[in-house]
């Protein structure tokens, strides 16, 4: 591939990674939190690709203006020659050598830069959080909860309230939760947010099982939100015996996909 097609292939990139900054798509690959690496990357590729164009384009004009010099030079020399010597034969001029076209395979590169840009990879979602074992974490500490009845709260900081500090802080109020539904080869329910800690190559499950006033048909990897209370009741996860704590449900509602589908809570 040729510096051209190489300056193309960076401008795509570069074009790509602002596409993906400057909407959510780049939330399917890393946290927010790196938005700005993701814009920077994008615009040093493009600035990269505009440089090496010009740099092309102006050694091609120079080269082209050295090539034009030095066959007019040979053309006034072998005017001379011809009239100083006109007996004598003229001498052969060797052909050009002519620069062989670059494979047009190589093209195929741009195929996975244009998947980048027109199809957004889905975020991780049942499959992914049934076949890893949740990754529930001791907390090192509790923020106050609201006053609020019922409480909104994320999946993860309820399922580590729920198994260390046994409810306590809940205060025999209420909760609400929302993730994504998974279902164990059983048919059994659970409730579960991928949590991750830079990108979504590390993203981990954490799980939480759904009793009480569960809806009749669940589709796996369907957004609800949850209401309900806490109970003391713990499961352990057949993946890597990691506890699971249960919801009592009271109530529970569809909801669209959130533009974040990761919980970055152990980044806070």
């Known amino acids: 591939m040729n510096r051209q097609a190489q300056a ?6 570069g074009a790509a990674l602002l596409h993906a900054g400057g909407t959510n798509l780049y939330l399917r690959y890393v946290k927010a939190g790196l938005q700005w690496l993701v814009l920077t990357a994008g ?11 010009w740099y092309e384009w102006k050694r091609a004009r120079t080269r082209k203006a050295a090539q034009e010099a030095a066959q007019e030079a040979a053309q006034a020399a072998a005017s001379e020659a ?20 670059e494979p047009r395979i190589s093209w195929l590169l741009v195929l996975p830069i244009l998947a980048l840009i027109l199809i957004a990879p889905p975020a991780l979602g049942s499959y992914s959080a049934m076949r890893t074992g949740t990754a529930l974490q001791h907390p090192y500490g509790y923020m106050k909860l609201p006053k609020a009845d019922p409480i909104p709260i994320n999946l993860v900081d309820y399922a580590g309230r729920a198994v260390y500090d046994h409810g306590r802080s809940f205060g025999g109020r209420s909760v609400r939760l929302s993730g994504f539904v998974a279902l164990d080869k059983n048919g059994a329910p659970y409730l579960v947010r991928m949590a991750l800690n830079c990108c979504a190559a590390d993203a981990q499950p954490v799980k939480v099982a759904l009793t009480g006033k569960i809806p009749p048909v669940l589709q796996p990897d369907a957004w609800l939100q949850v209401t309900g209370t806490y109970t003391a009741r713990v499961t352990h996860d057949p993946v890597n015996n990691g506890p699971i704590p249960y919801l009592k449900v009271t109530e529970a509602k569809p909801i669209p996909v959130p533009s974040d589908p990761y919980d970055e809570s152990w980044n806070n």
């Not at 006109?86 to 001029?93: I, K, L, Q, R, T």
């Open 43 to 53: 615009a040093v590729l493009i600035v990269a690709a505009l440089a090496t164009a």
């Open 82 to 101: 011809a009239s100083e010597a006109a007996s004598e034969a003229a001498p052969e001029v060797a052909p050009e050598a002519h620069a062989h076209p």
């Open 8 to 13: 193309a292939v960076m401008f795509l990139v």
